[in-house]
């Protein structure tokens, strides 16, 4: 373990060679990226491995000296990042891959893959850092990675806008994480993890303290995970390449959200109105987004509020005090949520176009991509003896052996919500017949197959790593040793498993009668509601709403401040100099030299001092 701190540099030395050398590799770059990327999966592949056995292992030094202050920089490896390494450099290693099929031919492909090694690195040095100060700088750096990634295609202005949005709306957050970090400092005279909890746990924090520097880190959270309302940005960042939107979505900058409020879990721990927040958000941006999942056209769209649906879910288990289960949840989505954007990568590339409505009949012509984003679609639906079926059915036990029988059943309901949007997808774009003339439509190359076929291995057997059917492993390694982290498996009643199944089956059913058999007319939601399908298919307008309050609320204040700026300001300084200068004139004038001039002014002068002191009755 004493070597994770290489982990982050293979990425970085991709990064820094690919942007100066790139242009004379050209598609050489993606060998570059692929072997870079591949050390740094080996290494914590070997971490892991020695974490499962091994105890906690940190090492840290000085790396700022302030008067008696001193600041540290340094790595740890406990339970939760060696987890999370892994999974980002794994789904990163894939994405390098898939991308040398997908972006072949990109007049850009080395600055790509330079893009992707540096949004890499800050991810990993991210997972690694032992203290909130570290945290926060690789947390602004990823942000930098994705704003680069998804304005990738800059000539758009679609993308451009998308990357600022996305830049913008994640800052909001970050700027609670740094007050949050700020008063914990204060309070604690650290940045440190261990000793953050330790002062929690020794009773050095109020109450109210804790609530409020928990909450703030967690709106931090909100913005990169996409919760609501800062969620908006998460779906218009598909304007970036497809293998970004992978990366992006599946387990890397959505998941650092989830994972920072994993990583300070004793803090919220310590709050239960902390702990109320989070499950509430989360079980409210569940259900909120899947419900617009139901009727976008955009295939990519869809997944990406299915993203935000599923990040809700991961709030919801850890604000109901299920750590285990939610980042149980995190490993399982990180898997079967690649595998479906790379999948939808592929069926873009086929057919290249991004609506569904023109889309069908392509099970037979896809023969690879099919079956693979099938079992994609399976595993986040929920069927049992698929990777999400496990984790779901954590996150459901969690909510309700809390207490919280109202999210539970929101829960419930984005859980049916979920198994018909994806199979809606499914039907519409795989089966039937063409809803439109593609030329040529052809299987994707094997570089970008083999990724999508290792994703969907472990979309199906991810999840047996901690089931009660096949061993709790995974949940009574993470928790071991910290009991402020919970029980690692909660056995809940029989009929839970049995209702998040049969919301599953039924979603399932409902989109098969709709979209596969056509046996019930798909326009029955237009027609019959047409107000909730228009609220829906414009997403609730919350842009809208954005765009007519914040954005042109800024733009009033900033008219207001150029009106005070132009017309008081300078207009206050434009009289003042207007004035001087008169008076500089009428000065240069009166000093002319001439004795009888200065005699008349003294004269008139005197004159005007004796008529006032006459006037005031010589009490002047």
């Known amino acids: 373990?004493?070597?994770?701190?290489?982990?982050?540099?293979?990425?970085?030395?991709?990064?820094?060679?690919?942007?100066?050398?790139?242009?004379?590799?050209?598609?050489?770059?993606?060998?570059?990226?692929?072997?870079?990327?591949?050390?740094?999966?080996?290494?914590?592949?070997?971490?892991?491995?020695?974490?499962?056995?091994?105890?906690?292992?940190?090492?840290?030094?000085?790396?700022?000296?302030?008067?008696?202050?001193?600041?540290?920089?340094?790595?740890?490896?406990?339970?939760?990042?060696?987890?999370?390494?892994?999974?980002?450099?794994?789904?990163?290693?894939?994405?390098?891959?898939?991308?040398?099929?997908?972006?072949?031919?990109?007049?850009?492909?080395?600055?790509?893959?330079?893009?992707?090694g540096l949004f890499t690195f800050s991810m990993l040095g991210l997972v690694l850092s032992p203290n909130l100060l570290q945290t926060y700088i690789f947390w602004e750096l990823v942000g930098l990675g994705s704003f680069l990634l998804i304005g990738f295609y800059f000539y758009k202005e679609s993308a451009k806008h998308a990357a600022m949005k996305a830049f913008i709306m994640t800052r909001i957050g970050d700027v609670g994480l740094l007050i949050g970090m700020i008063l914990l400092f204060w309070e604690t005279g650290s940045f440190e993890y261990d000793e953050i909890f330790a002062a929690v746990?020794?009773?050095?924090?109020?109450?109210?303290?804790?609530?409020?520097?928990?909450?703030?880190?967690?709106?931090?959270?909100?913005?990169?995970?996409?919760?609501?309302?800062?969620?908006?940005?998460?779906?218009?960042?598909?304007?970036?390449?497809?293998?970004?939107?992978?990366?992006?979505?599946?387990?890397?900058?959505?998941?650092?959200?989830?994972?920072?409020?994993?990583?300070?879990?004793?803090?919220?721990?310590?709050?239960?109105?902390?702990?109320?927040?989070?499950?509430?958000?989360?079980?409210?941006?569940?259900?909120?987004?899947?419900?617009?999942?139901?009727?976008?056209?955009?295939?990519?769209?869809?997944?990406?509020?299915?993203?935000?649906?599923?990040?809700?879910?991961?709030?919801?288990?850890?604000?109901?005090?299920?750590?285990?289960?939610?980042?149980?949840?995190?490993?399982?989505?990180?898997?079967?949520?690649?595998?479906?954007?790379?999948?939808?990568?592929?069926v873009i590339h086929a057919v290249h176009t991004q609506d569904i409505e023109k889309m069908g009949g392509l099970w037979k012509k896809l023969r690879f991509t099919g079956p693979l984003f099938l079992i994609g679609t399976l595993a986040i639906s929920g069927v049992p003896l698929f990777s999400g079926f496990f984790s779901k059915d954590e996150i459901l036990i969690a909510a309700w052996e809390h207490g919280n029988t109202t999210l539970f059943w929101l829960a419930v309901i984005a859980a049916f919500f979920t198994a018909f949007y994806m199979f809606r997808l499914f039907f519409m774009v795989f089966m039937g017949e063409a809803r439109s003339h593609h030329k040529a439509v052809h299987e994707s190359p094997g570089s970008m197959v083999w990724p999508m076929a290792v994703l969907g291995i472990l979309a199906i057997f991810a999840g047996y790593v901690n089931t009660p059917w096949f061993g709790t492993f995974l949940g009574d390694w993470l928790v071991e040793g910290n009991s402020a982290l919970g029980h690692g498996h909660v056995e809940g009643p029989a009929w839970i498993m049995i209702v998040a199944t049969s919301v599953s089956l039924a979603g399932i059913l409902l989109a098969y009668l709709i979209y596969g058999k056509r046996a019930i007319s798909r326009d029955g939601l237009i027609t019959s509601v047409p107000l909730t399908y228009n609220v829906l298919k414009n997403k609730y307008y919350i842009d809208e709403l954005y765009h007519y309050t914040f954005v042109y609320g800024a733009k009033a204040v900033s008219l207001f401040l150029r009106f005070i700026e132009l017309f008081l300001v300078e207009g206050i300084m434009k009289t003042v100099a207007a004035l001087v200068q008169t008076l500089g004139k009428t000065g240069s004038k009166i000093q002319s030299g001439q004795v009888q001039t200065y005699g008349a002014i003294a004269f008139a002068g005197l004159a005007v001092l004796m008529l006032i002191f006459a006037l005031t009755g010589g009490y002047l």
Not at 274 to 280: E, G, H, N
């Open 201 to 346: 746990r020794g009773g050095e924090l109020s109450g109210t303290m804790i609530t409020l520097t928990a909450i703030l880190i967690f709106v931090g959270a909100v913005g990169k995970s996409g919760q609501f309302p800062l969620h908006t940005w998460l779906p218009d960042a598909m304007e970036g390449p497809t293998p970004v939107s992978a990366l992006i979505h599946a387990a890397t900058m959505v998941a650092a959200g989830v994972y920072l409020v994993a990583a300070t879990f004793p803090l919220f721990a310590a709050s239960e109105a902390a702990m109320m927040t989070v499950a509430i958000i989360g079980a409210f941006t569940a259900i909120f987004a899947a419900s617009i999942g139901l009727v976008q056209t955009d295939i990519k769209r869809v997944l990406a509020y299915s993203t935000v649906s599923q990040l809700g879910y991961m709030m919801l288990a850890l604000g109901s005090a299920g750590y285990v289960a939610g980042v149980f949840h995190l490993m399982t989505h990180a898997f079967f949520k690649a595998l479906l954007f790379l999948a939808a990568g592929s």
């Open 1 to 116: 373990m004493e070597i994770a701190w290489l982990i982050p540099l293979f990425p970085l030395l991709s990064f820094l060679v690919l942007l100066l050398a790139g242009r004379r590799l050209k598609e050489a770059s993606a060998a570059a990226g692929i072997l870079l990327t591949l050390a740094s999966l080996a290494l914590s592949v070997y971490v892991l491995i020695e974490r499962l056995s091994g105890p906690t292992f940190k090492a840290e030094a000085v790396w700022l000296t302030i008067g008696d202050l001193q600041l540290t920089a340094g790595f740890e490896v406990n339970q939760l990042n060696a987890l999370m390494l892994v999974i980002v450099s794994l789904v990163s290693f894939l994405v390098h891959i898939y991308s040398k099929g997908y972006m072949h031919g990109d007049e850009r492909f080395p600055v790509y893959y330079a893009y992707l």
